[in-house]
């Protein structure tokens, strides 16, 4: 009798909190994921520790803050010594295996030619794919797994401008997507352990809804009859002009001004169909989740399995004049969906309060009946999801971008961490001696930066102190103390 719950871990990539049905979004069609979160335990108010993939994706895989894990940068390489929450199970009795990205390490073909380097993460069955196709310059792979699929298929991976679109592409049709092939690998890794007696761990990395925007053509044909309907993005004219230089650089293009996608050369149509397009990568992930838990159900294995869906950070959208992420610690950037499900064993509920992406390693050690590794810094949630012992949310989250991506040079570096209260957030631009405060109760949408208001003067260096605590507390608890001297 397997003792051991198996763990199924989704993970999209650069999807908002406000994209699935039960979080509010009135135009995603997403019922296989509202139910999941419906029958499961939903967080109102999870936090990403970075707003970048690298050093969010090695937090959140080892329980340990981005400057801690020593990878607070795209293009950066995990440390061989840090210690993966896959590696622990793997080390423990579990089968674990992977489809889609990793990204802890460079994945750039002008350092690593083949395939991304790894370090011990734990993974039996490694399909790696980190960019679809062609996008970037990710055809100099040849070890990309969902390529090489193509290839046995004998389908090519296009993506044409959609409708003579400068910003939405028409993809790969579902059947040749990356996304179905990313739930293809699941499903074959759940049949193949159908009557093991091993538990395991497969962990599904969607390179959706992440840019650029290229849903298959009929998913996105779905929205045409209503984009109107679609709301613009939440900016107003002349927000940025007391905010962090950053912000206007990447006003007039995304990524420094080299991902295009300038802000006000795009019309209200343009806008909407990039929200629509990015919204049908959303419904399409919600059908290949629907895929693997039929999958899980048809083998025998549904009711052994949590289940996990979250994202590793979110996706501005143009929200605040911007597009795609980066130095940027708005709400759709670091808010993220998160909902954890095993019927008959995690209470179905919503739980408001705020909790951070650090938490997931530790939570599942503490579910597989297994300690916490002491360099982990985040805390387990299973006694707040299973009510099996004290637990409470956090009264604050820590989130932190130490130039995290290459493109922001001039006027200097970009070095900004966040601090989110329950209703209040600062955000420090070092360096620069400038910052944003936003008072959440009555300004939600981050719209007027109250930074150098004299009258929240008191406050401002109450969270600075705040701030500075959690920064003092990433401090790596390794190696553990051996003696009293």
Known sequence: MMTKPNILWICTDQQRWDTLGITGNRHVRTPVLDRLFAQGAWFSE?????????????????????????????????????????????????TCGLSGKLHISAANPSIAPVIEPRINDGYSAFHWSHHPG????????????????????????????????????????????????????????????????????????FFDPHHPFDPPAEYLDRYLDRLDE???????????????????IDHAAAYGGNAGMPYDEMSEADHRLVRAAYFAMCDLIDDQVGRMLEALKETGQLDNTIVIFMSDHGELLGDHGVYLKGP???????????AISWPGHIPARRIDGLVELVDIAPTLLDAAGLDIWPGMQGRSLWPLLTGSGEATSTSDVYCEYYNAMPWHRDPHLPFATMLRTQNMKLV??????????????????????LWDDPQRLAQKCDLLQRLCDRMAFTVDPLPPRRAPW
């Open 428 to 449: 420090v631009s070092h360096g620069d001696r400038r910052g944003e405060l936003y008072d959440l109760g009555a300004d939600p949408n981050e719209t007027v930066n």
């Open 134 to 205: 062609h996008y970037g310059s990710a055809q100099n792979w040849p070890l990309n797994e969902y390529n090489l699929w193509l290839t046995e298929k004998g389908a090519e991976y296009r993506a044409d401008p959609y409708r003579g679109s400068n910003y939405v592409k028409a993809g790969p049709d579902t059947a040749d997507h990356q996304t179905t092939w990313c739930a293809d690998k699941a499903i074959n890794f759940f049949k193949a352990h159908e009557s093991s007696d091993r538990p395991w761990l497969f962990s599904v990395n």
């Open 328 to 338: 940027f610690f708005y709400e759709p950037s670091v808010h993220v969906p998160l």
């Open 230 to 248: 679609i709301e613009l993005p939440n900016y107003r004219p002349g927000e940025l002009d007391d905010k962090p230089v950053f912000q206007n």
């Open 46 to 94: 999870a936090y990403c520790q970075s707003p970048v993939c690298t050093p969010s994706r090695a937090s959140f895989l080892t329980g340990r803050y981005p400057r801690t894990t020593c990878t607070r940068q795209n293009g950066q390489d995990m440390p061989p010594d840090e210690v993966l929450v896959t590696r622990l199970l793997a080390e423990n009795g579990y």
